[in-house]
């Protein structure tokens, strides 16, 4: 089968398209992929001396939508829908950048009714991430009436669907991005307003910013996130997911004990199989699928994939980029 294939050293990785002995992959349930996306992450496993990668060599892709060829533990039925993502996939699991992969049952999620394999691969890790954040943030009872709702990192993958999500439910949202030539895409998408990244916090200088946010969607981490507690309005929240401005978090225990302010870290890797289940069936209510598509960045091959990771690792991908894993390339 064709495969993606990530090769450690000690330079830099090796990723390339090449013939992959199927034999090899490991997991009860077979599929064939249908469709993949590339996500921060699949970026990460690409670059040199990454803490990310598992294992090498490694078939990347943190997620896939297929149909199963083959179940030994006879829980699903031969042609089932499914997706997969999360868990050890792409990682230290053979990912879904391939023709075949090979999971273990408890990983496969049956895809929504409402929701084609190609829609769920537009969503991917990134729109289940962003749903999961906003069921994490309207459970704590922030509504379109609670104020505006910032998202940070809003033309990558997670933050265009979370402005997505935001909008079509009638929230005022406010979409930060340090790309100003994506405004337009942003408010298409449902944005009310777009900002820069150094917008955020009106007053950096002082223990506290301005009440602006009743609550946030991170994608950035950092010193975005430092930023947006510092300014988001009492009793505000914020879901937190990314790490593309620094995996490092400083910042004062002030927003939450005198604003009582709440962080919520929002995980897409080891989330229960019932709950993984239950975002997934919201998703495909929830998000309207014609703008779903207008997400979509790119669509390509395989053979494509190792040019297009360079582009995520550098940024320079707004929303999502679709891979057809059966195109027929010579």
């Not at 906003?134 to 910032?150: D, E, K, V, Y």
């Not at 944005?191 to 994608?219: N, S």
Request: aromatic share 6%.
């Amino acid at each position: 089968m064709r495969a993606v294939v990530v090769t450690q050293n000690e330079d830099s990785p090796s990723v390339a398209l090449q013939e992959f002995d199927q034999t090899s992959l490991e997991g009860e349930v077979l599929i064939a992929v249908a469709w993949s996306t590339i996500n921060f992450k699949d970026a990460m496993v690409t670059q040199a001396r990454n803490r990310v990668a598992r294992r090498s060599p490694l078939i990347g892709g943190v997620d896939l939508a297929g149909r199963v060829v083959s179940d030994s533990t006879g829980s699903l039925n031969v042609g089932d829908e499914v997706i997969v993502h999360g868990h050890g996939l792409g990682v230290a699991n053979h990912g879904g950048f391939a023709e075949f992969a090979r999971v273990p049952a408890e990983w496969v999620v049956p895809l929504p009714d409402g929701l084609s394999l190609r829609e769920s691969m537009i969503a991917g890790t990134a729109g289940f991430t962003a749903m999961a954040s906003f069921i994490r943030l309207t459970s704590l009872g922030i509504t379109p009436s609670s104020g505006p709702i910032l998202v940070t990192g809003a033309s990558g993958g997670v933050g265009s669907t979370a402005v997505a999500l935001l909008g079509h439910a009638g929230f005022d949202v406010v979409a930060s991005t340090g790309k100003s030539d994506e405004s337009a895409y942003l408010l298409s998408l449902g944005a009310r307003e777009v900002i820069g990244r150094e917008d955020i916090d009106d007053a950096p200088q002082k223990t506290f910013g301005t009440e602006r946010w009743a609550g946030a969607i991170d994608c950035v981490g950092g010193a975005t996130l430092h930023s947006i507690l510092r300014s988001l309005r009492y009793g505000g929240v914020v879901a937190a997911s990314g790490l593309t401005g620094g995996s490092q978090l400083e910042t004062t225990v002030y927003p939450f004990i005198v604003r009582g302010v709440s962080l919520l870290g929002i995980d897409a890797v080891e989330m229960p199989s019932d709950q993984r289940r239950a975002i997934w069936e919201t998703f495909s209510v929830a998000m309207p699928k014609d703008i779903l598509d207008s997400i979509v960045d790119l669509e390509i091959g395989l053979r494509e994939v190792p040019s297009q990771l360079e582009r995520v690792a550098h940024g320079a991908v707004r929303g999502r980029i679709l891979i057809d894993a059966t195109k027929d390339e010579v």
